[in-house]
């Protein structure tokens, strides 16, 4: 079965300070890894992927995250955060063996103080 | 223009009434889902139709049906309405098929609260 774990249910930095937002997967075969962002009222809004090759990814408003095979880890990460990066960021795995299913993990609010 | 739009944004209802929310996607894509996020953010898939088949029916009470004239459309009607029915639910889509690596794009919510 399927399954994403985000250890913290939040995490505070204060602006120009690094972010690190931490996801562990379990999944059977090979595993295809996103971040998502909700800022408040709204709908999940997709900021990146790893399917295959590289590590590290880069994606949305400046945010990447680093893909770890042995570690089972697909952490968020941005250089330098801002007040306006406060929201709640989830990890989602969908696998081959869950078919169309994306899993979500049960999100990490991100506080950035100024 | 509105990816994934859903409406209503709010309903407000009682005990025991029946009450629907539809969802449209104008981005041409095969697959669309529910989700349901509880009071504490966590969200459950539901159900997932691709090109108006059923693909995914979670353990849901039957009194949830999900409904797709088109694949761009997706339907909820839910029976009977009870408290714990009280959440925010999305509605979703993606490229579909064996397309794996394809994002969700996400309506903006309904939040249905049950008195």
């Known amino acids: 079965a399927q399954s994403v774990a985000q250890p913290e249910d939040q995490v505070n930095v204060a602006e120009g300070n690094p972010l690190t937002v931490k996801c562990t997967y379990s999944?059977?075969?090979?595993?295809?890894l996103f971040w998502y962002v909700q800022y408040p009222n709204r709908g999940l809004q997709f900021l990146l992927k790893?399917?295959?090759?590289?590590?590290l990814v880069k994606g949305s408003y400046g945010f990447e995250a680093e893909f770890n095979k042995s570690q089972t880890s697909f952490h968020l990460k941005k250089p330098s955060a801002l007040v306006s990066d406060s929201a709640l960021y989830f990890c989602?795995?969908?696998?081959?063996?869950?078919?169309?299913?994306?899993?979500f993990g049960a999100g990490t609010r991100l506080f950035v103080k100024a | 223009d509105t990816a994934v739009s859903q409406t209503p944004k709010y309903l407000v209802t009682q005990m025991g009434n029946d009450k629907s929310i539809k969802c449209e996607q104008n981005?041409?894509?095969?697959?669309m889902y529910w989700y349901k996020q509880d009071s504490k953010k966590f969200l459950k898939i539901m159900f997932s139709?691709?090109?108006?088949?059923?693909?995914i029916n979670e353990t849901v009470p039957n009194r949830f049906s999900p409904k797709s004239p088109d694949k761009a459309h997706l339907n909820l009607h839910i029976n009977s309405l009870e408290l714990g029915d009280s959440a925010v639910y999305f509605c979703?889509?993606?490229?579909?098929?064996?397309?794996?690596?394809?994002?969700?794009?996400f309506g903006n919510g309904t939040r249905l609260t049950v008195t």
């Open positions: 979703a889509s993606s490229q579909g098929g064996q397309d794996y690596n394809s994002p969700l794009h």
């Open positions: 999944v059977s075969g090979n595993p295809y």
């Open positions: 790893y399917i295959t090759g590289d590590n």
């Open positions: 989602a795995v969908r696998g081959p063996t869950g078919g169309f299913k994306t899993i």
């Open positions: 981005l041409g894509h095969d697959t």
């Open positions: 139709y691709n090109n108006k088949e059923l693909i």
